[in-house]
């Protein structure tokens, strides 16, 4: 073999290992996948409607995704910590209702009836920290009971009408009546949490509790204040989210919220990738989730198909991401990934 031979062959060997290297770590990202599923659904969405991608439709679908990144993002830490949150979708409902009576009854200025609202809502998950953590019960229970406690507050604190929002102002267009305001405001939380999470001590932390709460104890990490601290995260941003939404669409509904957006986020986390046990998941992968869905439902409406069939679908990807999720965790037990 001649020498220019031996160094073309040389250099395929090494294309080759690159390409293979490179594949073997994009495979290795759990965000890929979803991503991938993401782009093929809205390039097939604009192939079978040319209006998908237009300004107009893009603008809705960032509005409707607002809610749904945010919460999903927020029960992506409280997922990889080992536990949940059933409430947080009462919680965006009650953050702007308690923010209102401030202002309306109390006669606070808007900025601090804001404060007071999400001062409730951050009550609201140290209560469910502080009885999950102390008390030993199941946080799927405690965010039940206090789900349905809140939703009769709803109810109660507002007659179960509707109220508007307070008249516009610099404030109220920036805390949701500019249109683009909801976006700003998420991807500014979804940038900030997946920094927490992949770049600090308290995302450490976080993994280490839900991955190995025994481990983690011994090794001095306040398995109890990660818990707690997230519990009020998550209820913090589930009203933050809420009181955006209420200024978007300018009016304060009892009836927001619910277990309709709670039960679609929490699926967006388990898309995006994250565990349901605990130990493993991005905020990344929970952002990219809540968008899949939100676009095939967007999808699945320009093109008049019933909203029975997106919920076949949803259940048929929630299926496929846990068995994933079970698979590469026997892999990763095996060594193998």
Same mark, same amino acid.
């Given at each position: 073999?001649?020498?220019?031979?031996?160094?073309?062959?040389?250099?395929?060997?090494?294309?080759?290992?690159?390409?293979?290297?490179?594949?073997?770590?994009?495979?290795?990202?759990?965000?890929?996948?979803?991503?991938?599923?993401?782009?093929?659904?809205?390039? #097939?969405?604009?192939?079978?409607?040319?209006?998908?991608?237009?300004?107009? *439709?893009?603008?809705?679908?960032?509005?409707?995704?607002?809610? #749904?990144?945010?919460?999903?993002?927020?029960?992506?830490? %409280? %997922?990889?910590?080992?536990?949940?949150? %059933?409430?947080?979708?009462?919680?965006?409902?009650?953050?702007?209702?308690?923010?209102?009576?401030?202002?309306?009854?109390?006669? %606070?200025?808007?900025?601090? /009836?804001?404060?007071?609202?999400?001062? /409730?809502?951050?009550?609201?998950?140290?209560? *469910?920290?502080?009885?999950?953590?102390?008390?030993?019960?199941?946080?799927?229970? $405690?965010?039940?009971?206090?789900?349905?406690?809140?939703?009769?507050? *709803?109810?109660?604190?507002?007659?179960?009408?509707?109220?508007?929002?307070?008249? $516009?102002?610099?404030?109220?267009?920036?805390?949701?009546?500019?249109?683009?305001?909801?976006?700003?405001?998420?991807?500014?939380?979804?940038?900030?949490?997946?920094?927490?999470?992949?770049?600090?001590?308290?995302?450490?932390?976080?993994?280490?509790?839900?991955? *190995?709460?025994?481990?983690?104890?011994?090794?001095?990490?306040?398995?109890?204040?990660?818990?707690?601290?997230? &519990?009020?995260?998550?209820?913090?941003?589930?009203? &933050?989210?809420?009181?955006?939404?209420?200024?978007?669409?300018?009016?304060?509904?009892?009836?927001?919220?619910?277990?309709?957006?709670?039960?679609?986020?929490?699926?967006?986390?388990?898309?995006?990738?994250?565990?349901?046990?605990?130990?493993?998941?991005?905020? $990344?992968?929970?952002?990219?989730?809540?968008?899949?869905?939100?676009?095939?439902?967007?999808?699945?409406?320009?093109?008049?198909?019933?909203?029975?069939?997106?919920?076949?679908?949803?259940?048929?990807?929630?299926?496929?991401?846990?068995?994933?999720?079970? #698979?590469?965790?026997?892999?990763?037990?095996?060594?193998?990934?």
């Amino acid at each position: 073999m001649s020498e220019t031979t031996a160094r073309e062959a040389g250099a395929g060997t090494q294309e080759r290992g690159f390409a293979g290297r490179l594949l073997s770590g994009l495979v290795r990202v759990r965000e890929v996948s979803i991503l991938i599923v993401l782009v093929g659904l809205a390039l #097939y969405f604009q192939a079978v409607n040319g209006a998908f991608l237009s300004q107009q *439709n893009l603008l809705s679908l960032a509005q409707f995704a607002v809610p #749904y990144v945010v919460i999903a993002s927020a029960l992506c830490l %409280l %997922l990889i910590c080992g536990e949940i949150d %059933l409430s947080v979708g009462q919680s965006f409902a009650f953050a702007p209702i308690v923010m209102y009576l401030a202002y309306d009854k109390l006669f %606070l200025v808007l900025p601090l /009836a804001v404060v007071v609202g999400l001062l /409730a809502v951050a009550v609201v998950g140290l209560i *469910n920290g502080l009885i999950t953590v102390y008390l030993g019960v199941s946080s799927l229970i $405690t965010t039940l009971g206090m789900f349905f406690l809140l939703a009769g507050l *709803n109810v109660t604190l507002t007659g179960g009408f509707p109220a508007i929002t307070p008249e $516009t102002s610099t404030i109220t267009q920036v805390l949701g009546e500019y249109a683009w305001a909801g976006t700003i405001w998420t991807l500014l939380i979804i940038a900030v949490l997946q920094l927490v999470l992949a770049r600090t001590r308290w995302g450490l932390h976080t993994y280490a509790t839900g991955g *190995n709460p025994l481990g983690s104890r011994e090794a001095g990490v306040s398995i109890a204040r990660i818990k707690i601290g997230n &519990f009020i995260l998550c209820g913090v941003l589930g009203g &933050f989210v809420g009181i955006i939404e209420a200024f978007r669409i300018q009016s304060i509904d009892p009836l927001a919220g619910g277990p309709d957006i709670v039960l679609l986020c929490i699926a967006s986390a388990v898309i995006g990738g994250t565990a349901l046990l605990g130990g493993v998941g991005t905020v $990344t992968g929970a952002f990219l989730g809540a968008l899949v869905l939100t676009i095939l439902r967007n999808g699945f409406t320009l093109q008049g198909i019933s909203a029975y069939t997106f919920n076949i679908i949803l259940g048929i990807a929630i299926l496929i991401a846990m068995i994933l999720n079970v #698979y590469v965790a026997r892999l990763r037990g095996a060594g193998r990934a």
